[in-house]
């Protein structure tokens, strides 16, 4: 069983496109993030969230939206897609009461916006 | 969360210890020192982490100086698959923090 699963794991779209990806973990954790790492494979977050609350927004573009239907899920979509958003997401999780454990990661999604 | 600073890049060989400083001079008494890695294409993954004592899992080791100011990751018996970036990361636990700041990284090439 995978812990946290991302789909899809490729993506190729037009710039100008509405994107989603879909994150689901079944570790029973608490709080889901996303990162972003770029071509210079530097990781930044982009959203946390707690209990299906919004934690953490850094400075993101609002084309981004990040939608928790439950604890389980995270979902991150995205408007008028530009070429700068290609990049490698990832979704993590981590039961942030008992953080000891440290985070679990998907495997990514790669996201070419030509 | 306190800063942490890796050496850019590193070289091991197969069947040799690998053992990745970082230093945290600036860390806080309740401040965890954690280490994860990213195998090529791959997420993050938690390796290790440590307070004060010495850790070991079957993974690696930990090794953390008495002051808390520096830290070393060491892989016993590096095999090619252990060439990764490896991330120290020095934060508070279970303080509502949210997140896991990555800095660059080591980077580990393990040479057959």
């Known amino acids: 069983d995978t812990a946290v699963s991302q789909t899809p794991k490729y993506l190729v779209t037009q710039m100008g496109n509405d994107k989603s990806i879909k994150c689901e973990q079944n570790l029973g954790h608490d709080t889901m993030y996303w990162y972003k790492q770029d071509s210079k494979k530097f990781l930044k977050i982009m959203f946390s969230y707690n209990n299906k609350e919004l934690i953490i927004n850094e400075t993101v573009p609002n084309r981004f939206s990040p939608k928790s239907p439950d604890k389980a899920h995270l979902n991150l979509h995205i408007n008028s897609l530009e070429l700068g958003d290609s990049a490698v997401y990832f979704c993590?999780?981590?039961?942030?009461?008992?953080?000891?454990?440290?985070?679990?990661f998907g495997s990514g999604t790669r996201l070419t916006v030509v | 969360d306190a800063k942490t600073t890796q050496p850019p890049s590193m070289d091991c060989a197969e069947g040799r210890a690998a053992n990745l400083p970082c230093n945290h001079s600036?860390?806080?008494?309740?401040?965890?020192v954690y280490w994860y890695r990213q195998i090529h294409s791959q997420g993050p993954q938690y390796i290790i982490h440590?307070?004060?004592n010495n850790e070991t899992n079957e993974m690696a080791s930990l090794i953390i100086t008495e002051d808390r100011k520096s830290s070393t990751l060491i892989l016993p018996h590096a095999t090619l698959r252990d060439t990764a970036v490896y991330y120290c990361?020095?934060?508070?636990?279970?303080?509502?923090?949210?997140?896991?700041?990555f800095g660059k990284g080591t980077k580990l090439s393990v040479i057959p």
């Open positions: 440590g307070l004060k």
């Open positions: 993590a999780s981590s039961q942030e009461r008992r953080a000891i454990m440290g985070y679990t």
């Open positions: 600036t860390i806080s008494g309740n401040e965890y």
């Open positions: 990361i020095v934060r508070v636990v279970g303080a509502g923090s949210y997140q896991l700041t």
